[in-house]
């Protein structure tokens, strides 16, 4: 993904402050040594707590972009837990989740989502009232959450009023803040590529810089006990650095893990270390300048974030979920037990008998470990995040998620999207279709799933038909539903009793069949390696073969206007154009070979809006269809898989960052 720096459209701006941002280069910075203030990146004037846009770093080089506007979804990467309240990472936005009742956590407020970013960790500290004489979570003063963002620095929130959490300030700047700890007013930061960051954050609406240490490796992960610094350095290993003097952290010694440091919890004499490698390691720290590995176990998947309460430790292992490891004999650390869950286990925090585990496209899943030996899902909350496909029908968003349920959101606010309720097919949902209040889904291994969403907030099943191959995408037309089905082609379903669904027809394509248009008897589809085919429908009960195109990638999804058809041919077609007016002899009118992988296009207005998986949103003018031209691009967090226009609005599905709603009213400004 390009990580480059952005400006925003004037039309973001109205209120903010905007301060150039542009960092020196620090490629030649030597590693394992402190870093100063202008090798790391200006700080900007923390914006005042009214103004809750994030703003990307700006440059005068930076060419401007169309606006994204709104956002809901993303992957639940980070979880911070303190009284009633969960802080979840999830996309580039911080949601606080009510957890008072575990089984039912509902969210109750959430930030303004971070352009071009997405949360890494949390670390949430209460600071009781002077004189208050209390310091439990629920006692007067202020609680404030740092965030640590990956590729946009640190972000304070005052989380005070969860319904309202209010921006203090930040440390904005081009590298990866990817973990956060936070003793007494310093708050010491992990980023990537130039290790430990340090900041005074006495005054939170201006964190100022102190001191860095430029560990060899990838700092990850952070724990700070006293004045030392115990960082999960990647490929080097634990890295210990005295901080006492934090303008001049020294690095007291290193231990090498063996894999891919990613977490380190200290808990006593002992360093708990989360190794990528899939393996969980005791060090004895009790000598800061040699420290001496007691035992390890390895765990089935990559440990990837540690938690430790009394003689447990609580691990995340990715796509076999919560480890729980016993070590009261560091030597021999054993797995007690686990809990795979859906997602790629990121991140956990346990707090009493409760263990709150970041799931990725999983979203937050509680678990009861009040025996070790047997944990229990308590509750959860679930994301959409990896959306292939979407539809917009009047004010609601309809997003095919994967393993996730079908989405439906409110969207006729666009700026703040919100869930009205899902479905949670029996299988992978790919592909999305809306005929008034049915919903039909492209459900992979599961067919054609018929949803009833006359009720957003409660849909229900109407019908299904299991069709033979995979689902990969739905249109409907006259009653019919034609299916691309993988490598069973085209199926045609008559939905005109949708509790009893029919095949009337099918046609076996030449590839895999990915998606499906229809317009004036023909069938459009593109079918993987097999390109677009042209199946004459007329007769839906003996479909045949019009004609058929070759194009040089995968043809995953096409847009046909009038006598053009538009293909997304992935990374070796881009976007193709084809001439369909003679359907037996379709011919190339232009091309377009777009920097990512076009995975799904949709038309509207002589230009062209490619899903162009790691490039994200790009914009093509296609007035002239022999000479197709660039007009802009937005580039969200993940890939973006499938795209739909509706007046100035682009909404993209994109594989980990959810439903971006892109302002696309002047593409070229």
């Given amino acids: 993904m390009d990580r480059r720096p952005r400006v925003v459209p004037a039309a973001l701006l109205v209120g903010l402050i905007v301060i150039s941002m542009a960092a020196p280069a620090i490629a030649g910075a030597p590693a394992g040594a402190p870093l100063s203030l202008t090798e790391i990146?200006?700080?900007?004037?923390?914006?005042?707590?009214?103004?809750?846009?994030?703003?990307?770093?700006?440059?005068?080089?930076?060419?401007?972009?169309?606006?994204?506007?709104?956002?809901?979804?993303?992957?639940?990467?980070?979880?911070?837990?303190?009284?009633?309240?969960?802080?979840?990472?999830?996309?580039?936005?911080?949601?606080?989740?009510?957890?008072?009742?575990?089984?039912?956590?509902?969210?109750?407020?959430?930030?303004?989502?971070?352009?071009?970013?997405?949360?890494?960790?949390?670390?949430?500290?209460?600071?009781?009232?002077?004189?208050?004489?209390?310091?439990?979570?629920?006692?007067?003063?202020?609680?404030?959450?740092?965030?640590?963002?990956?590729?946009?620095?640190?972000?304070?929130?005052?989380?005070?009023?969860?319904?309202?959490?209010?921006?203090?300030?930040?440390?904005?700047?081009?590298?990866?803040?990817?973990?956060?700890?936070?003793v007494g007013s310093?708050?010491?930061?992990?980023?990537?590529?130039?290790?430990?960051?340090?900041?005074?954050?006495?005054?939170?609406?201006?964190?100022?810089?102190?001191?860095?240490?430029?560990?060899?490796?990838?700092?990850?992960?952070?724990?700070?006990?006293?004045?030392?610094?115990?960082?999960?350095?990647?490929?080097?290993?634990?890295?210990?650095?005295?901080?006492?003097?934090?303008?001049?952290?020294?690095?007291?010694?290193?231990?090498?893990?063996?894999?891919?440091?990613?977490?380190?919890v200290v808990a006593g004499s002992l360093a708990y270390v989360a190794n990528d490698s899939g393996e969980f390691q005791t060090i004895d720290v009790s000598d800061p300048a040699n420290p001496v590995r007691r035992g390890s176990v390895n765990t089935p998947s990559y440990a990837n974030g540690v938690s430790v309460a009394g003689s447990l430790a609580y691990v995340a292992d990715a796509y076999q979920g919560l480890q729980i490891i016993d070590v009261s004999d560091p030597l021999h650390p054993a797995i007690r037990s686990s809990l795979e869950t859906p997602g790629w286990a990121h991140s956990v925090a346990v707090v009493s008998s409760l263990a709150y585990v970041a799931d990725g496209n999983g979203g937050l899943w509680i678990i009861d470990v009040s025996d070790p030996a047997n944990p229990v899902r308590r509750g959860g909350y679930d994301t959409p995040d990896n959306t292939m496909y979407m539809t917009v029908a009047g004010s609601l968003a309809y997003a095919a998620a994967g393993h996730d349920p079908l989405?439906?959101?409110?969207?006729?606010?666009?700026?703040?999207?919100?869930?009205?309720?899902?479905?949670?097919?029996?299988?992978?949902?790919?592909?999305?279709?809306?005929?008034?209040?049915?919903?039909?889904?492209?459900?992979?291994?599961?067919?054609?799933?018929?949803?009833?969403?006359?009720?957003?907030?409660?849909?229900?099943?109407?019908?299904?038909?299991?069709?033979?191959?995979?689902?990969?995408?739905?249109?409907?037309?006259?009653?019919?539903?034609?299916?691309?089905?993988?490598?069973?082609?085209?199926?045609?379903?008559?939905?005109?009793?949708?509790?009893?669904?029919?095949?009337?027809?099918?046609?076996?394509?030449?590839?895999?069949?990915?998606?499906?248009?229809?317009?004036?008897?023909?069938?459009?589809?593109?079918?993987?390696?097999?390109?677009?085919?042209?199946?004459?429908?007329s007769d839906p009960a003996n479909p045949v073969r019009r004609g058929s195109y070759d194009t040089p990638g995968y043809a995953h999804s096409m847009s046909v206007i009038g006598s053009l058809a538009y293909v997304a041919d992935d990374s070796l077609g881009g976007l193709l154009i084809l001439d369909v007016s003679a359907p037996a002899n379709p011919t190339v009118r232009g091309a377009y070979n777009t920097p990512g992988t076009a995975n799904g296009v949709a038309v509207s207005d002589s230009l062209a809006y490619v899903a162009d998986g790691e490039s994200g949103l790009q914009i093509i003018d296609v007035s002239n269809p022999a000479n197709p031209a660039r007009r802009g691009e937005y580039d969200t967090p993940g890939d973006a898989q499938g795209v739909v226009v509706a007046g100035s609005l682009a909404y993209v599905a994109d594989s980990f960052g959810g439903v971006w709603i892109i302002d696309v009213t002047a593409p070229t400004r």
């Fill in 41 to 182: 990146s200006t700080r900007a004037d923390a914006l005042a707590p009214a103004q809750q846009l994030y703003l990307p770093v700006i440059s005068q080089q930076s060419q401007l972009y169309p606006a994204p506007i709104g956002q809901i979804g993303g992957q639940a990467l980070a979880v911070a837990v303190l009284g009633d309240y969960a802080y979840v990472g999830v996309g580039p936005r911080l949601l606080i989740v009510d957890i008072h009742d575990p089984a039912a956590p509902r969210v109750v407020g959430q930030s303004w989502f971070l352009v071009f970013s997405e949360v890494r960790d949390i670390a949430v500290v209460h600071e009781p009232a002077a004189g208050s004489g209390a310091s439990a979570a629920s006692a007067p003063g202020e609680t404030l959450a740092y965030v640590a963002t990956r590729s946009r620095g640190l972000h304070i929130f005052d989380v005070s009023d969860p319904v309202h959490p209010v921006l203090r300030g930040s440390f904005y700047n081009q590298l990866d803040a990817l973990g956060v700890d936070v």
């Fill in 186 to 264: 310093l708050a010491y930061v992990t980023a990537g590529r130039i290790g430990l960051q340090i900041f005074d954050v006495s005054d939170s609406t201006n964190p100022r810089w102190l001191g860095g240490y430029d560990t060899p490796g990838w700092a990850d992960g952070v724990a700070v006990v006293g004045s030392l610094a115990y960082v999960a350095d990647g490929l080097n290993g634990l890295q210990i650095i005295d901080v006492s003097d934090p303008a001049n952290p020294v690095r007291r010694s290193v231990h090498n893990t063996g894999g891919w440091a990613n977490d380190v």
């Fill in 407 to 537: 989405w439906i959101v409110d969207v006729s606010d666009p700026a703040n999207p919100v869930h009205r309720g899902g479905y949670d097919t029996p299988g992978y949902a790919e592909g999305v279709a809306v005929v008034g209040s049915l919903v039909y889904v492209a459900d992979y291994e599961s067919g054609l799933q018929i949803i009833d969403a006359s009720n957003p907030a409660t849909p229900v099943l109407r019908g299904a038909y299991d069709t033979p191959g995979y689902a990969r995408g739905v249109t409907v037309a006259g009653g019919l539903a034609y299916v691309a089905d993988h490598d069973s082609g085209l199926q045609i379903i008559d939905v005109s009793d949708p509790a009893n669904p029919v095949r009337r027809g099918s046609y076996d394509t030449a590839g895999h069949a990915r998606s499906v248009a229809v317009a004036g008897g023909l069938a459009y589809i593109a079918d993987g390696v097999g390109g677009l085919q042209i199946i004459d429908v």
